[in-house]
């Protein structure tokens, strides 16, 4: 917001200081506001758009929060802009009058202008290499929710997780799977012992762990052999053993109508996560039991959902921002076609990022996936300016 906000108030005093002195300061704040007023609010309305677009356009909740008091930020920055500033330019230029700084001459920017459009054909040919450049690179982004990146290596919680939790516990990923069916039914416990075998046998999961080992356990006490009770009953009698311990109610509800099937898994690529999950369903579709129910949970499916999303929630906010951002500078300059123009530096701005991105092997994530909002609500500004400005030059320049 400081970054953003003090624009407004830049614009706000440019202009007044530019101005041709009228000798009363709030004629002049007045006359200030009403040459860059639409601009300084199109500016504003098109970068709350840029950051409402996160409200409507993410999945994460955080996301859009940060996007709804990021746009309520830019609104108060803007009122306080368009009242306060002028208010306390008038009442400091009422008691130090001789604080007025002259206007500043412009010949820098006018050749700088000459020299821009005498070389006009050199800068779009430049301009259309590096769009090129950018559009070759964004097939190359990842997607990628890794927490564990967020932290450099060498940091306590890395060295935890990648030296104690994947080589001494099989990792600190939860895999849960829930099965809704008569739990103290063998053959229900048979076809959870089939999807603690098939675990089992996946890369990166380990440990598989469900009522199934203690009641094998207690069986094999028994002299019974490691193996689940052919009866029911012998169930029940196992089962008198292990009731009211803790571990019972982690594993099975109260009713013995549900159970959890829970393993361990490393972190790993998000790709392997993804298609960990796949390979998971697929067998507990093909498994199809008609004595229970499988449904997969755990963080690894969290995992999968937020990196689909990712990528759903970065094309929404695009198209949501952009749409909004082309209707209103298509308002201010009173054309499509101006209004197009004035995009054409934020798509070249996110062509060259996102291009920059996918040729370094920066990922789109949870951090990166604002990049896109943002660029569009504080770079558009810049445009709406220089082309309030140029409207305004055209008019008063002869023919």
């Known amino acids: ?11 706000v005093l440019n202009s007044f200081y530019q101005s041709p002195s009228t000798g009363n300061a709030i004629e002049q704040a007045g006359a200030t506001l ?55 330019l008038t009442w400091f230029s009422k008691r130090s009058p001789a604080a007025r700084k002259p206007e500043r001459s412009s010949s820098t920017g006018a050749r700088f202008g000459h020299w ?47 030296q104690i939790m994947n080589e001494k516990f099989g990792g600190s990923i939860p895999i849960q799977i829930l099965v ?28 598989p762990f469900s009522i199934v080992d203690l009641l094998c356990e207690l069986n094999a006490a028994m002299d019974e052999g490691w193996q689940i009770p052919d009866h029911q009953d012998k169930v029940a009698n196992l089962w008198f053993l292990i009731e009211g311990e803790e571990i019972v109610s982690q594993l099975v509800n109260a009713e013995r109508t549900e159970a959890l099937i829970q393993a361990n898994l490393n972190f790993a690529p998000m790709d392997e996560l993804t298609g960990l999950v796949d390979r998971i369903e697929t067998f507990l579709q093909e498994l199809d039991s008609p004595v229970c129910t499988f449904a997969q949970t755990g963080l690894h499916l969290i995992y999968k959902n937020l990196d689909h999303s990712l990528l759903q929630s970065q094309l929404l906010s695009l198209l949501l921002s952009l749409g909004l951002v082309l209707i209103m500078i298509s308002l201010l300059v009173g054309s499509l076609r101006g209004g197009i123009i004035g995009l054409v ?50 008019r008063i320049t002869p023919e």
């Not at 809704?180 to 996946?202: H, N, W």
């Not at 934020?346 to 291009?355: C, K, M, N, R, S």
């Open 1 to 11: 917001l400081i970054a953003v906000g003090s624009a407004y108030g830049i614009h």
């Open 34 to 88: 009403q040459k860059i007023g639409i601009a300084l609010l199109l500016a504003a309305v098109t970068t709350i758009a840029g950051f409402v677009s996160f409200i409507f356009g993410s999945y994460l909740t955080m996301i859009q929060q940060f996007g709804l008091f990021a746009a309520l930020g830019v609104g108060f920055a803007l009122i306080t802009a368009a009242t306060l500033v002028p208010a306390l």
């Open 116 to 162: 821009l459009c005498a070389r006009r054909t050199l800068i779009l040919v430049i301009g259309l290499i590096l769009s090129l450049a950018g559009l070759t690179g964004i097939p190359r982004i990842q997607r990628k929710v890794e927490i564990l990146d967020y932290f450099k290596p060498g940091t306590p919680i890395r060295q935890a997780e990648e």
């Open 180 to 207: 809704r069916g008569e739990i103290q039914e063998p053959a229900v416990l048979y076809e959870m012992q089939k999807v603690q075998d098939f675990l089992q046998t996946l890369p990166h999961v380990h440990n």
């Open 345 to 394: 530096p934020i798509i070249f701005t996110l062509v060259i990022i996102y291009g920059f991105m996918g040729y370094t092997g920066i990922p789109l994530d949870i951090a990166t996936v604002l990049v896109a909002g943002v660029s569009i609500g504080i770079g558009i500004d810049y445009a709406i300016h220089f082309l309030n400005r140029f409207r305004q030059e055209i």
